[in-house]
C-alpha cells in the first residue's frame, strides 16, 4: 500500500523560506516513467499544481506561480521528494498536496483529478 506523508508546512512572514517534504513508503519513486509533484489549495480556491518531477531522470517543471522561487527535488535512495520554497509571498499560503501519477511532465500539473496518490498535505501560512 501506498502512503505519502507531506511534513514541513508552518507559519513564515513574506520574503522567507520554507522547505516541505514528502516521504514515499510503498511507491518505487525511481521508475523512468514516475512523476511527482505538489498541488496546492487555497481557501476558497480550486487545487493548482505547483511543480512535477520525473522521479527517474530529475527533470522538473513548475508552475508560472513558482518559477525562480522554488525548487523541486528527489531523494531516490530515500525516496523523498521535497519543495524548497524561497521568497514567500501571501499569496502562497495554501494546504500543499504531494502526489504521484504516471503522467507527461508538461500536463502533470493539470491532471490534478487524475493523480495515482495522495498525501494529507501540509499547510502553509505566510503573513505581510
Known amino acids: 500500500q501506498v502512503h505519502l506523508v507531506e511534513v514541513g508546512g508552518g507559519s513564515v512572514q513574506a520574503g522567507g523560506s520554507l522547505r516541505l517534504s514528502c516521504a514515499a513508503s510503498?511507491?518505487?519513486?525511481?521508475?523512468?516513467?514516475?512523476?511527482m509533484g505538489w498541488f496546492r489549495q487555497a481557501p476558497g480556491k480550486e487545487r493548482e499544481g505547483v511543480a512535477a518531477i520525473y522521479t527517474g531522470s530529475g527533470t522538473a517543471f513548475y508552475a508560472d506561480s513558482a518559477k525562480g522561487r522554488f525548487t523541486i527535488s528527489k531523494d531516490n535512495a530515500k525516496n523523498t521528494l521535497y519543495l524548497q520554497m524561497n521568497s514567500l509571498k501571501p499569496e502562497d499560503t495554501a494546504m500543499y498536496y504531494c502526489?504521484?501519477?504516471?503522467?507527461?511532465?508538461?500536463?502533470?500539473?493539470?491532471?490534478?483529478?487524475?493523480?495515482?496518490?495522495w498525501g494529507k498535505g501540509t499547510l502553509v501560512t505566510i503573513s505581510s
Open positions: 502526489a504521484a501519477g504516471r503522467y507527461p511532465l508538461s500536463v502533470w500539473l493539470y491532471l490534478s483529478d487524475s493523480m495515482d496518490y
Open positions: 510503498g511507491y518505487t519513486s525511481s521508475s523512468r516513467r514516475n512523476c
